[in-house]
């Protein structure tokens, strides 16, 4: 509910690199997954970048 006041009055950015047809799965609740999501997007841009992941991870790049 904070987050939903939030977002109505100033802007959130929220970035993640699990796509958001894996939330359920990670939440264990495909219920869960899609309020949260709901919320999150109502009103918002999705933006999908796609590409080479240039920052090095565990020493991988």
Known sequence: MILSRAICVHTAVLTTNVPLS???TILNSTTT????????V???HVIKI????????N???
């Open 22 to 24: 894996s939330w359920g």
């Open 33 to 40: 997954a899609e309020a949260i999501l709901y919320r999150l």
């Open 42 to 44: 109502y009103h918002s």
């Open 50 to 57: 796609k590409g080479k992941w240039l920052c090095p991870y």
């Open 59 to 61: 020493g991988v790049n």
